[in-house]
C-alpha cells in the first residue's frame, strides 16, 4: 500500500498548497492538422554542357559559346532558381510534457517533437528559371539569347519529412490565462530546430536542421478526472527560414533536356552547387493533443504520482474548499460530503 495516514492536524497546514499538474500529451492526429503550402526555393550556380560524346553518344547535343560559329562542346556558366510549391493537407503526429501551475498561472513545455508528415511522402512539381549568357547548340540546332530567362517545369520533388524538435527549455515560461472554469488561454515559445529532408533531379535535399524560436497560441482545459486536452495553434508563416547551405558538396550531374523551338530537345548535363536555400510556408497548424489523469486512482491529485502522502490531501482540500472541479471525485458537478467520502475511499484502498 502506498499511502501514509495523515493527522488532522496537519489538515490545516494542507491549505497552503497550490494547484499544479505535470502531464504527458500525445497528438490526436485524427483530430489534428496542417493545412497550408510550403515552398522551398533553391539557388544554384554552375555550367551546362551537351551530352556529346565522340565513342557512347556521337549524335548528342554540342553547346557552344556565342550566336554562332565556334567548335567543340564547350561548357556554358548558368544560373538556375527553382521554386516547389507543396500543399499540406495531414494530420501531424507528436508528443510533449506540460508543466502547468494554475495558481502562478505559468507552464513550460518540455520534450516537443512534431511530425508533420507522419510517415507521408508528399510531392510537388519544381518549376526552374534558367540564366545563362547567350550560347548556341548543335544537333539540335537552337539559339539561347542571353538575357532572357528562360522557364522550365522539371520532374516532381519528393519531401518524406518535416519535423519539429524541441531543443531546450522554455525561457521564460509560457503564460496561462484563466477563461472559463477549468481552461486557460495559452501563449509562449519554444526553442526548436526545424528538418527538411527530401529528393529532387534524383537527389537528395536534406540541408541538416535549422535552429529557431516557435510562438505558440492556444488553450489549455482540465478535465474532473485529472486528464487534460491542449489545443496548440502555429502559424504557419513563423517556420519559413533560410537554410545554411556552406557545407553541401556540389550537386551530382543531371541531365537535363532544353526545349527548343520545334519537338526535339537539347540534351545536356548540368553541373550545379547550392548557393541559397530557402522555405517559405503559409497557412497553420493546429495540433490537439491530450493526457491521461496521471494519478493511479482518483485521490493521487499531485506529485509525487504513484503515492498516497499529505500532497494529495492538501489538494484535494484546497480543491474541496474553494469549489473546485477537481475535487468532483464522484463527477455528479457538485463538490459536497460524497466527494469527501470519495476521497477517503480511494486515500485508504492506496496505490497498488
Do not use: W
Not at 513563423?238 to 530537345?265: A, N, R, V, W
Not at 466527494?339 to 480511494?346: L, M, S, W
Amino acid at each position: 500500500m502506498k499511502y501514509q495516514t495523515v493527522p488532522a492536524i496537519l489538515v490545516a497546514a494542507a491549505l497552503a498548497g497550490s494547484a499544479s499538474a505535470q502531464l504527458a500529451f500525445t497528438v490526436d492526429s485524427d483530430a489534428s492538422s496542417i493545412t497550408g503550402s510550403v515552398v522551398v526555393s533553391i539557388s544554384t550556380d554552375g555550367t551546362l554542357i551537351g551530352d556529346y560524346d565522340p565513342d557512347t553518344n556521337p549524335d548528342g547535343t554540342q553547346t557552344r559559346t556565342g550566336l554562332f560559329g565556334g567548335s567543340g562542346n564547350n561548357p556554358i556558366p548558368v544560373s538556375i532558381d527553382t521554386t516547389s510549391t507543396t500543399d499540406l493537407d495531414l494530420g501531424p503526429a507528436g508528443a510533449f510534457n506540460m508543466a502547468a501551475d494554475t495558481d502562478a498561472l505559468t507552464f513550460t513545455i518540455a520534450d516537443f517533437n512534431a511530425d508533420m508528415l507522419n510517415g507521408q511522402t508528399v510531392t510537388s512539381m519544381i518549376n526552374a528559371t534558367f540564366f545563362y549568357d547567350t550560347f548556341h547548340t548543335v544537333n539540335p540546332d537552337m539559339l539561347y539569347l542571353g538575357g532572357i530567362p528562360l522557364p522550365v517545369d522539371l520532374d516532381a520533388a519528393e519531401f518524406t519529412t518535416y519535423t519539429i524538435n524541441q531543443t531546450g527549455p522554455m525561457d521564460p515560461p509560457g503564460v496561462l490565462i484563466p477563461a472559463e472554469a477549468n481552461s486557460f488561454t495559452l501563449a509562449g515559445q519554444i526553442p526548436v530546430e526545424i528538418t527538411v529532408v527530401g529528393s529532387a533531379f534524383g537527389n537528395p535535399i536534406e540541408p541538416g536542421p535549422t535552429a529557431g524560436v516557435l510562438p505558440i497560441t492556444g488553450t489549455l482545459t482540465m478535465h474532473e478526472d485529472g486528464s487534460a486536452t491542449v489545443q496548440i495553434a502555429v502559424d504557419l508563416g513563423d517556420m519559413s527560414q533560410d537554410f545554411d547551405t556552406s557545407t553541401l558538396p556540389p550537386l551530382p550531374d543531371i541531365p537535363f533536356e532544353l526545349p527548343t523551338l520545334g519537338t526535339d530537345t537539347a540534351g545536356v548535363i548540368l553541373t550545379l552547387s547550392v548557393s541559397a536555400a530557402g522555405l517559405d510556408a503559409a497557412g497553420a497548424i493546429d495540433l490537439i493533443a491530450n493526457a491521461d489523469a496521471p494519478g493511479c486512482n482518483a485521490a493521487d491529485l499531485t506529485e509525487p504520482f504513484g503515492t498516497l502522502d499529505l500532497a494529495d490531501l492538501s489538494a484535494f482540500i484546497v480543491a474541496f474548499t474553494t469549489g473546485d472541479a477537481s475535487a468532483d471525485l464522484t463527477g455528479d458537478g457538485l463538490v459536497d460530503l460524497a466527494d469527501i467520502q470519495a476521497f477517503i475511499t480511494a486515500f485508504t484502498a492506496g496505490c497498488p
